[in-house]
């Protein structure tokens, strides 16, 4: 290996480091081929190398006179009978935490009686959390619990950042989806601030009732996906 070949593909690595650490957004303007000359202190040749391999891993795309973007590729995010987001994005081989924003314990309100089939003024454990897809905030997920039933959902769900493995502590041992709404929004100033992302980009939103092994509900969660970074695929 020559050392022209060890100088571009040690400027391949730096860039593709940022980007999948989410340095970057998405559709950002990298600097220009001769910005990046400047700063690893080689010639134009060298950084088009490197674009060239960036362009081939399908992790920055052109515009003609305008300059080389960030592009990233959807992750596909399953909807089925079973609930495992946790599981379901490591299957797509891709990092996944959960950080809880909020969370408190309150009456129910009409909705939350409705959907979880609750008695009126019974309390429910209301969390706000981010999930976050290789280090980048990616999900905003609303929940709501019965507490009178799982009193201690919240430390279990802290410890295990799963709502499946808080559930199993609790003696659930299978989450099903009853039925899931999908529906789109444009991203407002809190959402996007959360997110990451410019206000007015669009959301994509599910409302899921999820029940244990007798059908008895026991999650409400409503959840707002970055569109440019999921997409939802519907298993049947």
């Given at each position: 290996?020559?050392?022209?070949?060890?100088?571009?593909?040690?400027?391949?690595?730096?860039?593709?480091?940022?980007?999948?650490?989410?340095?970057?957004?998405?559709?950002?303007?990298?600097?220009?081929?001769?910005?990046?000359?400047?700063?690893?202190?080689?010639?134009?040749?060298?950084?088009?190398?490197?674009?060239?391999?960036?362009?081939?891993?399908?992790?920055?795309?052109?515009?003609?006179?305008l300059?080389?973007?960030?592009?990233?590729?959807?992750?596909?995010?399953?909807?089925?009978?079973?609930?495992?987001?946790?599981?379901?994005?490591?299957?797509?081989?891709?990092?996944?935490?959960?950080?809880?924003?909020?969370?408190?314990?309150?009456?129910?309100?009409?909705?939350?009686?409705?959907?979880l089939?609750?008695n009126?003024?019974?309390?429910?454990?209301?969390?706000?959390?981010?999930?976050?897809?290789?280090?980048?905030?990616?999900?905003?997920?609303?929940?709501?619990?019965?507490?009178?039933?799982?009193?201690?959902?919240?430390?279990?769900?802290?410890k295990?950042?799963?709502?499946?493995?808080?559930?199993?502590?609790?003696?659930?041992k299978?989450?099903?989806?009853s039925?899931?709404?999908?529906?789109?929004?444009?991203?407002?100033?809190?959402?996007?601030?959360?997110?990451?992302?410019?206000?007015?980009?669009?959301?994509?939103?599910?409302?899921?009732?999820?029940?244990?092994?007798?059908?008895?509900?026991?999650?409400?969660?409503?959840?707002?996906?970055?569109?440019?970074?999921?997409?939802?695929?519907?298993?049947?």
């Amino acid at each position: 290996m020559t050392s022209k070949d060890l100088l571009w593909k040690e400027i391949y690595n730096s860039i593709k480091r940022e980007i999948v650490l989410n340095k970057y957004k998405i559709n950002k303007k990298l600097d220009s081929e001769g910005e990046y000359a400047k700063q690893f202190n080689v010639n134009r040749h060298t950084i088009r190398r490197a674009f060239k391999e960036l362009k081939n891993d399908n992790l920055i795309y052109s515009k003609r006179g305008l300059g080389v973007f960030v592009k990233t590729s959807k992750i596909n995010y399953s909807i089925s009978k079973n609930v495992r987001f946790t599981e379901n994005i490591l299957e797509e081989n891709k990092s996944v935490r959960i950080e809880i924003k909020s969370f408190d314990i309150a009456e129910c309100n009409l909705f939350e009686k409705k959907e979880l089939n609750l008695n009126k003024k019974e309390k429910v454990t209301r969390i706000n959390s981010i999930g976050y897809i290789n280090n980048s905030p990616s999900v905003i997920t609303f929940r709501s619990i019965p507490h009178d039933r799982f009193p201690k959902f919240i430390n279990h769900f802290v410890k295990k950042q799963s709502v499946t493995k808080a559930f199993n502590l609790l003696n659930v041992k299978k989450i099903i989806r009853s039925k899931t709404l999908i529906s789109a929004e444009i991203s407002d100033k809190i959402k996007s601030n959360l997110l990451n992302i410019d206000v007015g980009k669009p959301l994509i939103k599910t409302t899921s009732i999820n029940v244990d092994f007798n059908k008895t509900p026991i999650e409400l969660s409503e959840s707002y996906f970055d569109g440019s970074k999921i997409q939802i695929l519907v298993k049947v």
